[in-house]
């Protein structure tokens, strides 16, 4: 059942990215878009099924609807301006490439770079999940669920590594798709993940015993060695 209910949703997910890409952009000749769009599916239908075998409870977290409960009221506000503004960046890509053409298009080696450096950054978010069985997609208090700290593996390096995995997704995809204008344009999205990154951290310092003895152990939130 875990199985499917990540399906379902992977399902639907695909199906409004391909929306977001190909309405806009009004066509289906849209190759390199076409190839992400598969190659995404497949690779994440296949990340669905491999989290639900080793790693259920962190599966569990992610498709458990979100509620409001325990949520800090700042969380309520930047997570939907978060989502909409990475909506909103998808939909740019298609207008961009086929009616704006702010800059030239990458040619086909920067987008295969792109692509690789797309699927790292994806590879970057799953393994957060498999490491950590409280990745929730909204902020909130999980001291019901027995939240415990997770300072091993990737937590190790930096403090936001799911977020750090979506950076480097997006900034792959958008080589991958064809539009150098759309690496600036991450920029208001960047601008809401670091805003949901300290209602997260001040969070997190509130209600997660050992979480400030960890930030001052591993000191970069999001890029190693940086920030």
Avoid: C
């Avoid at 190759?31 to 599966?59: E, K, Q």
């Amino acid at each position: 059942m875990l199985v499917l209910r990540g399906l379902i949703g992977g399902s639907i997910q695909l199906v409004m990215l391909a929306a977001l890409l190909l309405i806009p952009a009004g066509t289906w000749h849209w190759p390199r878009a076409i190839h992400f769009l598969v190659v995404y599916g497949l690779v994440n239908a296949i990340s669905i099924v491999t989290l639900a075998r080793l790693a259920p409870a962190s599966l569990e977290a992610r498709l458990t609807a979100p509620s409001a409960k325990s949520q800090p009221t700042a969380d309520r506000i930047v997570t939907p301006l978060l989502i909409v503004s990475l909506l909103a960046w998808f939909a740019f890509i298609p207008i961009d490439v086929f009616r704006l053409r702010l800059l030239p298009a990458p040619p086909l080696g920067v987008a295969v770079v792109g692509a690789i450096v797309s699927l790292a950054g994806y590879g970057i978010m799953w393994t957060t999940l498999f490491q950590n069985a409280f990745a929730a997609p909204i902020v909130k208090d999980q001291s019901e669920r027995g939240q415990v700290l997770i300072d091993t593996g990737l937590y190790g390096r930096v403090r936001h590594p799911f977020y750090l995995g979506i950076l480097i997704f997006f900034l792959g995809l958008t080589l991958w798709l064809e539009s150098y204008a759309g690496l600036p344009a991450l920029l208001l999205p960047f601008v809401f993940l670091v805003a949901r990154i300290e209602v997260e951290e001040r969070t997190l310092s509130e209600t997660l015993p050992g979480y400030g003895d960890y930030t001052r152990r591993v000191r970069r939130r999001l890029v190693p060695f940086v920030w």
